[in-house]
């Protein structure tokens, strides 16, 4: 019912910038949260922002100041700005979009997108 399609990332130096993009696709559902985690390896998946439809944010302690989350209603797209990167920041970054559908809420996921800071 509903495609999640990751872009944005790659490779950048420490101190760096990306802007992470997520579109979700389909007919039939409206959005309800947008966000984005993210997982290195050997460690578990974790939440580094949130957008509810009330436009309220999340953002996690370690990114915090850095990143800034936003999204395109017209466009069913979410932004995840990220400035002043860290090698601590590499991580695969997954999108992850809660929608309905009638009376019924779906999670879905993008497939995720590499992002690598070198220092």
């Known amino acids: 019912q509903v495609q999640v399609v990751e872009s944005g990332g790659g490779l950048v130096q420490a101190g760096g910038s990306l802007r992470l993009s997520c579109t979700a696709s389909?007919?039939?559902?409206?959005?309800?949260?947008m966000g984005w985690y993210r997982q290195a390896p050997g460690k578990q998946r974790e939440m580094v922002a949130r957008l509810t439809g009330h436009s309220s944010t999340y953002y996690a302690d370690a990114v915090k100041g850095r990143v800034t989350i936003s999204r395109d209603n017209t466009k069913n797209t979410v932004y995840l700005q990220m400035n002043s990167l860290r090698p601590e920041d590499t991580a695969v970054y997954y999108c992850?979009?809660?929608?309905?559908?009638?009376?019924?809420?779906?999670?879905?996921w993008g497939q995720g997108t590499q992002v690598t800071v070198s220092s």
């Open positions: 992850n979009i809660r929608a309905r559908s009638g009376l019924v809420f779906t999670n879905y």
């Open positions: 389909g007919s039939g559902f409206s959005i309800d949260t």
